[in-house]
């Protein structure tokens, strides 16, 4: 993982440990991708991504399963390779994900506006480390269609688990 990548990852920890102690402690944001809500509420967590390099290398995605039944998907769909930051803006961007609760819910997307004039400079980043077998991750607030007042964060560390390559 990258200087700049690691910062950001830290950064984001340091900011949700200090808004609520008690939720920074309940994951382990080492070893997993915590998703919170209102009040920094713990949702739910990702341990664990299927992730694989498309399209020639051009495209990154990985894909995963809570234990509770969120789902959640993240792309990075102009892949330089591993060891690299990419940042995770808000719109339609090369860099996104999708967060889906357990079925009753909105789908909460990166690439859904910022709701009002004041749009943060930076909303997120993704980084792979220089194996990919480690993807961090954090935004700030991703959005459902069902208002601006809807909204979850991110934060963390998950493993990555690609396919097996076809012996020929």
């Known amino acids: ?7 950001v990852v830290l950064a984001a920890v340091a900011f949700l440990a200090f808004l609520v102690p008690a ?14 809500g209102e ?3 713990e949702l739910t967590t990702f341990k664990k991504l299927d992730c694989r390099v498309q399209r020639n290398g051009g495209k990154f995605l990985a894909k995963g399963k809570s234990g509770d039944g969120w789902r959640i998907e993240i792309h990075a769909n102009h892949f330089k390779g591993f060891g690299q930051d990419y940042d995770i803006d808000y719109g339609i961007r090369e860099t996104n ?8 819910n909105t789908p909460f997307y990166a690439n859904f506006f910022f709701p ?17 077998k480690n993807l961090g991750i954090g935004f700030i607030s991703a959005f459902s269609s069902s ?6 964060g991110m934060v963390g560390h998950a493993k990555c688990k690609y396919p097996k390559k076809k012996k020929r």
């Open 116 to 132: 009002g004039d004041d749009v943060p400079p930076f909303g997120g980043a993704l980084s792979l480390s220089k194996n990919g």
């Open 97 to 104: 994900f999708a967060i889906y609760p357990t079925s009753s």
């Open 23 to 36: 939720t920074a402690s309940a994951a382990n944001l080492s070893r997993e991708i915590l998703i919170y």
């Open 1 to 7: 993982m990258t200087k700049g990548a690691l910062a």
């Open 147 to 152: 208002g601006d007042d809807d909204a979850v």
């Open 39 to 41: 009040d920094t509420q």
